[in-house]
């Protein structure tokens, strides 16, 4: 199983950037999907998930700015971040709770997609 994040790069204070996350391999089902964010000196933290029946959660710094959206179809994920600040600045990496075909759960990580916003 492989997650590859996309949509990344610089960005100025105020505008928008829409991050992707493809997931691919021997998938069964996709239980959970999320977007982390691990800043220069910080730890990773989460910014947004989605459940399999698409209930979502938000962490309190993206509230009103971030919309995580999911196609089914495609095992892909979304995040759209609007208003972006300099201090969302950091790698995004994509997260997935994964039933793979061999009927093992497991967590899986993408390699990450930097985002810096200038101000």
């Known amino acids: 199983v492989q997650l590859v994040e996309s949509g990344g790069g610089l960005v100025q204070g105020g505008g928008s950037l829409r991050l992707s996350c493809a997931a691919s391999?021997?998938?069964?089902?996709?239980?959970?999907m999320g977007w982390y964010r691990q800043g220069p000196g910080t730890q990773r933290d989460m910014v947004a998930t989605?459940?399999?029946?698409?209930?979502?959660n938000y962490a309190d710094h993206v509230k009103g700015r971030a919309t995580i959206s999911r196609d089914k179809a495609s095992n892909t994920m979304y995040l759209q971040m609007d208003s972006l600040k300099p201090e969302d600045t950091a790698v995004y990496y994509c997260?997935?709770?994964?039933?793979?075909?061999?009927?093992?759960?497991?967590?899986?990580w993408g390699q990450g997609t930097q985002v810096t916003v200038s101000s």
């Open positions: 989605i459940t399999s029946d698409e209930t979502t």
């Open positions: 997260h997935a709770d994964i039933l793979t075909a061999y009927m093992l759960n497991a967590e899986y």
């Open positions: 391999g021997s998938i069964f089902n996709i239980n959970s």
